[in-house]
Every structure is written in structure tokens, then in C-alpha cells.
């Protein structure tokens, strides 16, 4: 879908979407959106919420359920107003939350299985000043903060006010957790919008004079249904009436927005390498990218500590307290690091790669404050603050600080949160190919806490982010056990727009809905759990009894 061109963003103002074309990096629309200044909007526009990672396409982002760390928006799936699909007959068709409530709560997260996203709406907000706060907290003040939380959305279902926009680093070696908040202008509670514009300065995509003033509304007017097409260069700035078209603010803007988007949106396709030249004008064709060297640096267990600490000053550069505007206050990875990722996302890039396993496991709110109890024990074996040893064995597991993040309950029948807000963990395994240490077992044991310890999974099933690592053996990952009645919903709407398999992958042990008779308990709204004969109890090749201890993944 990135390869097509030319990619579109198209803006509407007067309902607050945008449509973008599958293909677009959400860095790119994020981008361009900051950039999109108007009236209403003198400091363009944003996402609600994004996650840190923004180089994925946008369709990805939606298929898997994207997120970052908003209670209040949630995950990018839980942003979409409509999507464009293909579908397995062939034909193209528009689903939106209005027409087909029940099938785009299957299409919120369809992890690719129900058609090809050509096109998605996302809702979009203005752009307001935030402030980014940094906090740190030693492991016994973590786990009181996580208890209280667990404790009191038990009680009565309140979720603690500072989980929102809240996203926490642990610096397993160091004994300390880098709490990043970040407080928005446009908040409900004034406390938090007015500290929200402390030390605010524009950026330089604002409608602001030098002295910081805004000034008047109009001066700089991107029509409400501009749209960015790049090879008919549709962008039309239009100054306001009696200025001169060719002023300097509107002629500068037209040319950022006409560059941005041939430079970013719509680069030239970047041909495989063994490509012909003819095939180039019809898109790129992939090829299977060769296993590059993996760096030693990252793979050897002595060098976890001094890494560990890179990441920790890495935190503490980009996480910083500061007031600037969203897409350029929430953190996000550098595009700089984006060369050390895998080949296998980025074949352009011919530096040695950096080779690691993502995982992010999310635990019911519920767990969350058992659950970490358990992890602080597994790693610091009763030493929560380090008093006692200066390396412990368990830090070894560990190259990067694994992240912290919340979101709230959505209504995506395959969204991680269909059945209540949860707390998400994100772990990195670097792997050891060159160092003749090919397992790392110390990252393990905490693995196996997270996806397997009573502690962890007495609320619900820890459930593995759909667009990343971990996933356990064939025959091992039961869609019924992991998202219950849901599981069958997401059949139904399957057996409805892909009756033939087509979107069927390489995974059929888990796409599974085996002895389930779906054509006498599918109806519109989903899977009818209540008539007889109609139990979400999907047979499979290997019972759990009959499958490794957790966390039973093969190393790839
Ligand atoms: C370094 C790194 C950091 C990450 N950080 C985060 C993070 O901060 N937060 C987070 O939530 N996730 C994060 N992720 C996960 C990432 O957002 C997902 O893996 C995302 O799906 C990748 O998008 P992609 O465009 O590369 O899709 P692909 O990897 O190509 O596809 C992923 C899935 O989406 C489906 N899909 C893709 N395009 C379409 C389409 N057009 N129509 C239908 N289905 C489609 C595919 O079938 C597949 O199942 C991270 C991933 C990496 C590699």
C-alpha cells in the first residue's frame, strides 16, 4: 500500500477528520496535519493520541491496534471514523460507525483477516499547547502507585486521574521508574489546562507573529477541503480577501505543503534490488531481505548495564519537562534510530542492525498492582531499592527500559481492552546469534511472570500486541480462551466478508473457529452466544495442557 502513488491526505474541517490513504506513515500525517493551519486552528491539527513508534502506515497501525498512552482516545483504532476497504470478492466499500456498527467493530482491529484497508478517517483535534512533566519514582513508590490503582478501579470502576497521558520507563538497573505525564490545554480540569501553557512558545507551524502574539485569524487560510494530492499539487493556500496572493506567509506555505508532500508522502517508490527497470513505474516489488550480522554491542550480556544506561539518558533527553505542541512534545522514536531496525522493515538501510524481539503484553487493570508486585520480586529479589547488590542476575535480560502505558476500555471485538482498561508492558529481548548465547533466560523468567504467574493473569489472559513479537507455539494461543465470546464475533464478521479464506495467513492454528457452527450462530450483530447449540468453544490441534510452560514461544 506504500508503494502506491500518488498518497492522499485529505482534510475536512467543518466535521474534523482527515482521510489518508493506507499507505501513509503516521509520522507523514502527523506532519502534514501540524502543518495544516487555519482559522480554527492556528496551530494545525493532530491525532488525539499516537504512539511512539510513528513509522508504520497507517493501516498497520489501525490493523493491530496501535497505541500510546491516552485514557481519554485511546488506540489509533479506537480513532477511526470510516475506512475504505477491499474485499475478498474484489470490490472496494466504504464501512463507517454509522452504517456498519457491528462489522467496524470488527474492522477496529482485523489484524489484516477481513480485507485490504485502502483508505481510513480518523477523527483529528486542533493542536493545543501540553506540557511535558518528567517524575521519578523508586520501585516501592511504583508499586503503591499501582496497588492504589488496581485497588480503588476494583472498588468502584474509578480510574486515578494521573494514569492518563501517563507513560512510565523502568530502568530495571538503576531501581527507578521515569514517569512522563504530559498535561494538556485542552483538559477539562483548568488546574491542568493552565499548567499546561506554562512557558508555552509557539512552533514555527503556528500562526504567530515573532513577538508570540497569535495573529488575527485568517492571515493564513489552508481551505477547509483542501486536498493534498501531490501529482495534481491540489494545495491551495488562499490568502484572505484584499491580501496579496503572492505575500510572503501564503506563497511560504504553499511551498512547504507542496515539498512535504513530494518529499515525504509521496517519495519516489524505492526500487528492490534486484528489480527491473520497467517494473520500478508500477511499485516496488518485495523481496525477502537477507539476515544482516546482528551487532555484538547489543547482544552480549556484559555490555546490559552501559546500554541500560544509554537508554536511561536517551529517556531523559527526549522526556524532559517542556511546553510545546503535541506532535512535537509526545515523545517519539528519532528518525535517526530508525537505521538500526531490522533489515527486514527497512531494507534500505545497509548498517549493521541491532536484532531484538519487541513484546507488549497488557494485564487487566485489575492485576496490575498484584501483577507488579510479582515482577519487582522476580527481578530484584526482595532488594526493591538496590541496597543490597550492585548487579542482580536478572538485569542482564535487559538492553532498553521497558515502557509503561494505560489505555481505556474500547469497543474493538480483537482490541486488547474489549472487556475493560488495561495496563501494557512493553519488553525487548536482544537476541545473541553472533555471541553463542542464543537463549536469554534471565528475560524470560520475566516473561513467564507476565504471561503466566496468578498473579498476572487472575483478572484475564495477558494478551500479546497484534503487530509484535511473542506469540506462542502452533496449537498454543486460543482466541476463545484469550478473548472470549468476542473470539466468535470476529468469525462471524470473517465467514461474512471472506467466506473463501482468501485473507486466511500462515497462522491457521490460531485463525481458528473449528467446531464452531457459524453458519446457524452468525447473525447481523455477531455471533448469537445465547441460542442453543451456539457455545464460543472452538476446538484445536494441542491443548494448553499439552503445550511448554510459559512462555512457550520457539526462538525464531
Ligand atoms: C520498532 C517498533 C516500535 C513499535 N512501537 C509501537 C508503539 O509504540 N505502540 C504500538 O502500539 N505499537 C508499536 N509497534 C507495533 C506497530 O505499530 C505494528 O506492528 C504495526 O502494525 C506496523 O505497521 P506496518 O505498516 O509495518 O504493518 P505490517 O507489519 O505490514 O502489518 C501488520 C499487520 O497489519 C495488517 N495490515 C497492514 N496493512 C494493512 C492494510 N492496508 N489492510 C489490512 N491490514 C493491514 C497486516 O496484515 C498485519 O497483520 C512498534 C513496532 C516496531 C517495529
Known amino acids: 500500500m506504500s508503494t502506491i502513488r500518488p498518497l492522499n491526505i485529505s482534510v475536512n474541517e467543518s466535521d474534523q477528520s482527515v482521510w489518508v490513504d493506507a499507505g501513509v506513515k503516521t509520522i507523514d500525517l502527523l506532519t502534514f496535519l501540524r502543518h495544516h493551519v487555519t482559522p480554527k486552528a492556528p496551530a494545525g491539527y493532530t491525532l488525539a493520541a499516537f504512539p511512539w513508534f510513528v513509522y508504520q502506515s497507517v493501516a498497520g497501525a489501525v490493523a493491530t491496534g496501535t497505541h500510546g498512552s491516552s485514557m481519554e482516545h485511546n488506540s489509533m483504532s479506537n480513532q477511526v471514523l470510516a475506512l475504505d476497504v477491499i474485499l475478498a470478492n474484489g470490490t472496494r466499500r466504504t464501512f463507517t460507525n454509522k452504517t456498519d456498527p457491528f462489522l467496524m467493530r470488527a474492522f477496529r482491529v482485523s489484524v489484516g483477516k477481513l480485507g485490504i484497508l485502502a483508505r481510513v478517517q480518523f477523527c483529528i483535534v486542533p493542536e493545543v499547547p501540553v506540557r511535558r512533566v518528567l517524575k521519578v519514582y523508586t520501585p516501592t513508590e511504583l508499586l503503591a502507585l499501582m496497588k492504589d490503582a488496581s485497588a480503588s478501579y476494583v472498588a468502584n470502576g474509578s480510574i486515578p486521574h494521573w494514569m492518563n497521558e501517563t507513560q512510565i520507563f523502568w530502568v530495571v538497573q538503576k531501581n527507578q ?27 514555527n507551524t503556528t500562526v504567530f507573529s515573532k513577538k508570540g502574539d497569535l495573529l488575527a485569524l485568517g492571515e493564513l487560510i489552508i481551505p477547509a477541503d483542501a486536498h493534498a494530492n ?24 504553499q511551498r512547504w505543503l507542496d515539498g512535504f508532500l513530494s518529499r515525504e508522502v509521496n517519495p519516489a517508490v524505492p526500487a528492490a534490488k534486484n528489480d527491473s527497470e520497467s517494473a520500478r513505474t508500477v511499485g516496488a516489488r518485495w523481496v525477502l531481505p537477507k539476515p544482516k550480522a546482528a551487532s555484538v554491542f547489543y547482544g552480549a550480556s556484559n555490555m546490559a548495564e552501559g546500554l541500560n544506561e544509554v537508554s536511561r539518558l536517551g529517556i531523559q533527553t527526549v522526556a524532559g ?42 494485564i487487566p487493570l485489575s492485576a496490575m498492582g498484584s501483577c507488579w508486585a510479582k515482577l519487582l520480586d522476580v527481578v530484584y529479589q526482595g532488594d526493591l531499592e538496590g541496597t543490597n547488590s550492585i548487579i542482580r542476575p536478572l538485569d542482564k535480560g535487559f538492553r532498553t527500559a521497558p ?19 488495561r495496563m501494557y508492558l512493553n519488553i525487548e529481548d536482544y537476541l545473541f546469534y553472533n555471541t553463542g548465547r542464543k537463549t536469554n533466560p534471565e528475560f524470560k523468567k520475566v516473561m513467564a511472570a507476565l504471561t503466566a504467574d496468578p498473579a498476572c493473569t487472575s483478572q484475564g489472559p495477558p494478551r500479546l500486541h497484534w503487530g509484535k513479537a511473542g506469540w506462542p507455539d502452533p496449537g498454543c494461543w486460543h482466541g476463545d480462551a484469550m478473548f472470549g465470546d468476542n473470539w466468535c464475533h470476529f468469525g462471524c464478521a470473517v465467514q461474512q466478508l471472506d467466506p473463501t479464506g482468501k485473507f486466511a495467513d500462515s497462522a491457521p492454528d490460531r485463525w481458528t473457529w473449528q467446531g464452531v457452527d457459524l453458519d446457524k450462530c452468525c447473525g447481523a450483530e455477531g455471533f448469537k452466544a445465547g441460542v442453543e447449540g451456539c457455545a464460543c468453544k472452538v476446538q484445536h490441534a494441542r491443548s494448553m495442557e499439552q503445550c511448554g510452560a510459559a512462555p512457550f514461544y520457539t526462538y525464531r
Do not use: M
Not at 484572505?240 to 506563497?251: I, L, Q, R, T
Not at 474500547?410 to 481492552?417: F, I, K, P, Q
Open 403 to 421: 515502557l509503561i502505558r494505560f489505555i481505556n476500555k474500547e469497543d474493538g471485538l480483537l482490541s486488547h481492552t474489549g472487556d475493560g482498561p
Open 177 to 203: 521508574f521515569l514517569a512522563v505525564s504530559f498535561l494538556r490545554a485542552d483538559s477539562a480540569d483548568p488546574s491542568e489546562a493552565a499548567a499546561a501553557l506554562q512557558n508555552y512558545r509557539p512552533d
Open 230 to 253: 501531490v501529482s495534481s499539487g491540489q494545495i491551495v493556500i488562499t490568502p484572505p480577501e484584499g491580501s496579496a496572493a503572492d505575500a510572503e506567509p501564503y506563497v511560504r506555505a
Open 321 to 362: 519537562n517542556l511546553t510545546a505542541e503535541p506532535a512535537a512534545i509526545y515523545i517519539h522514536q528519532p528518525r535517526a534510530t530508525l537505521s538500526q531496525l531490522q533489515t527486514v522493515l527497512y531494507d534500505q538501510y545497509e548498517l549493521q542492525t541491532v536484532l531484538y524481539d519487541q513484546y507488549e503484553v497488557s
